[in-house]
């Protein structure tokens, strides 16, 4: 039977979203975090959540009480409690890890909300080494009317597997008496928006992105769904509600300069401002990579700055400067280099900029807004086919990351050619 402990107030904190992940520690050992987010109002939080693990066929093996922690705030009148736990699995195998709570806040796009729970999953394979996804960065709540919103998942697996990422419906859960769950699929809508920028996720870079039109909150939720070998392994999920007010403010304007350095030389530039498609970044061992967001105030009503979030900056010799502030202009720099062969993957990383303005009448903390670049890791992949001078001829062949042999007139490559007197060598081609 699923039992949730928890005290509840007529007076008690809005419930606002909440995710949970596994992540291994040793063997079948592993470590469970549930987050829940709320708001900042005074009231009776409950003593404490149960996270219930079921196995494949979702029978219940174990219930969990954890104690509810205190609180982290965060900028626009929210806080996250974070829970941990600890379980060993009995066998290898797919798992789930889930928890509920009571009761959700009133939103627009999910009629009578305030009656129903927020039901969270994660499910995981366990097999002494695999840990679920998990969101690299806190979620955006607030949204400004008539403006663009970007709010990117920031989606990461530490082991390197496969992940993809789409809407869902936010859900509830009720026992069915036999003690699994029967879930409860809530009427719902996305949040209204204009139709020259609808409400969606971008399945290459994780924004979730939409230009609202009507003030008001709205509930939304995303999946990060694990692959191996092209078989699903686990998902994890994650709720927020996004607060969309009206404000008299103009966005920040961003400029991004992208520079790869190559044996000590420029060999690839790129500026990137607001409004203009998000161009990827093509890299090799031995490379170094620079990039340099500026971001600008027209109004001069707030204090921009920004922040950086990237698997790159957790697992390698990836990191961020950033200038002083001042009350129009911020600058911070992600810098990655030199490239190791460690760093190749089939997968590329995601690095996302999280620009923060300051706003205060009417009083809102921050205006946030991400915008994220995908770079490729990969093993300088033009192969050559050395004859002596005596033919004045040089065979080349240029293959991509995944194997396939490209056409190396294509735009866009290019092809560094030395000679030593005797023969000629590609050193790299992109």
Same mark, same amino acid.
């Given at each position: ?135 690299l960065s806190s979620p955006i709540i607030f949204a400004q009317l008539n403006q663009p919103f970007t709010n990117n ?133 031995? /490379?170094?990579?620079? $990039?340099?967001?500026? +971001? %600008?105030?027209? !109004?001069?009503?707030?204090? @921009? &700055?920004?922040?950086? #979030? ?20 911020? /600058?911070?720099?992600? $810098?990655?280099?030199? +490239? %190791?062969?460690? !760093?190749?993957?089939?997968? @590329? &990383?995601?690095?996302? #900029? ?77």
């Open positions: 039977m699923y039992i949730v402990l928890i005290n509840l107030h007529a007076k008690a904190d809005n419930l606002l979203g909440g995710e949970i992940t596994c992540r291994n520690i040793n063997g079948l050992m592993y470590e469970t975090t549930l987050t829940i987010y709320r708001d900042t109002i005074t009231g009776n939080l409950p003593l404490n959540y149960t996270i219930t693990y079921r196995d494949s066929v979702d029978t219940v093996f174990a219930s969990n009480i954890v104690i509810t922690p205190p609180s982290v705030s965060w900028y626009n009148g929210f806080r996250s409690f974070t829970y941990i736990d600890t379980i060993i699995f009995p066998f290898a195998g797919l798992y789930k890890a889930s928890a509920w709570s009571c009761c959700r806040d009133s939103v627009g796009n999910i009629p009578n909300s305030t009656s129903y729970g927020m039901y969270l999953e994660c499910k995981v394979l366990a097999d002494g080494v695999n840990s679920s996804p998990k969101f998942i920031t989606p990461y697996d530490a082991d390197g597997d496969s992940i993809s990422w789409e809407l869902v419906i936010p859900e509830d859960v009720v026992s069915n008496g036999s003690g699994g769950f029967s879930i409860v699929t809530l009427p719902y809508n996305y949040p209204p928006s204009d139709s020259s920028l609808p409400f969606h996720i971008d399945p290459i870079l994780g924004d979730i992105s939409f230009k609202p039109n009507v003030v008001g909150k709205y509930q939304i939720a995303v999946k990060i769904t694990e692959w191996k070998n092209g078989v699903q392994i686990g998902h994890v999920l994650r709720e927020i509600e996004l607060n969309v007010g009206q404000i008299n403010n103009t966005p920040l304007a961003v400029q991004t300069e992208i520079t790869v350095v190559t044996n000590n030389l420029i060999s690839w530039q790129h500026l990137w401002t607001t409004n203009l498609p998000h161009p990827d970044i093509f890299i090799s061992p031995g /490379d170094n990579l620079f $990039i340099h967001q500026i +971001i %600008s105030d027209p !109004d001069l009503i707030g204090y @921009p &700055y920004s922040q950086c #979030f990237s698997a790159s900056i957790l697992n390698s010799n990836a990191g961020i400067s950033s200038g002083p502030t001042y009350n129009d202009w911020h /600058d911070c720099e992600y $810098i990655w280099g030199p +490239i %190791s062969t460690s !760093d190749v993957t089939s997968q @590329p &990383y995601l690095v996302t #900029f999280r620009n923060f303005e300051t706003y205060f009448l009417p009083y809102v903390d921050y205006l946030l807004s991400d915008c994220t670049f995908r770079i490729f890791v990969s093993p300088n992949t033009t192969g050559l086919n050395e004859i002596g001078n005596e033919t004045k001829s040089v065979y080349l062949k240029s293959i991509d990351i995944l194997g396939r042999e490209t056409d190396p007139n294509l735009p866009g490559f290019r092809i560094d050619l030395y000679s030593d007197g005797k023969t000629k060598k590609v050193f790299r081609g992109e």
